[in-house]
């Protein structure tokens, strides 16, 4: 069977990417890109209309993905396919909420998604990591067959990206600190049937010297 090159492109910088207690959690909310993010979706577009360009371009419903992906799409001449599937994991009450705000109103919870052992941890009224891994393998695994032997841009997030990689590592979904790509960064697979190679992560060399490492 031929596989289908995936770029794997997590979004640009928002606010709530930045580090402290202040920031919120983004899961489903709809955070903008910052300025700086605005910079990095116009870098990446630069490196990803170089050939071989794709064939198609999907993202997440998102504003942060699609304004990422829409930077890529005026580059390469392509409409951007949004799916659903490919959103952040939804954090239920705490979405939105400062980490100040979620230790506070949620310690239990907090120190259950800390110790990273329980696949089915969910926020109240949220969503669990093996949903979301369940749903991002589903929809990526769709694409693939679509493009097979093609080379196509998904626009996505750190939560679906890091649950794709623990997939093809057979790492459990709890440990959502594994395979956390950088903002605007390309991680490569060569998604086949039932298996995938990872031929590059966290590539962020179209970025600057300063952003490479935030």
Not at 144 to 172: C, D, E, F, Y
Request: charged share 30%; net charge neutral; with cysteine.
């Amino acid at each position: 069977m031929d596989r289908a090159i995936l770029l794997l492109l997590r979004h640009g910088h928002t606010a709530a990417n930045d580090v402290g207690r202040e920031v919120p959690m983004s899961g489903w909310t709809d955070v903008p890109l910052s300025t700086a993010g605005r910079d990095e979706a116009e870098a990446v577009a630069e490196r990803i209309a170089q050939r071989p360009r794709p064939e198609a371009i999907y993202s997440s419903p998102l504003r942060r993905a699609r304004d990422t992906a829409a930077a890529a799409a005026v580059r390469v001449g392509l409409e951007v396919t949004v799916l659903e599937d490919l959103r952040e994991i939804h954090c239920g009450a705490a979405d939105g909420l400062s980490i100040r705000e979620v230790q506070r109103r949620f310690p239990l919870a907090w120190a259950r998604n800390e110790r990273r052992d329980d696949p089915d941890f969910r926020w109240p009224d949220g969503e669990s990591y093996r949903e979301l891994r369940s749903r991002t393998v589903r929809a990526v695994s769709a694409i693939a067959a679509a493009h097979r032997g093609g080379r196509v841009l998904v626009v996505t997030h750190a939560g679906p990206i890091g649950q794709l990689l623990g997939w093809m590592k057979n790492l459990s979904p709890a440990r959502w600190d594994q395979g956390r790509p950088g903002n605007a960064s390309i991680t490569e697979v060569h998604w086949g049937g039932d298996d995938a190679l990872l031929l590059r992560f966290d590539d962020r060399l179209h970025l600057p010297p300063l952003r490479r490492e935030a």
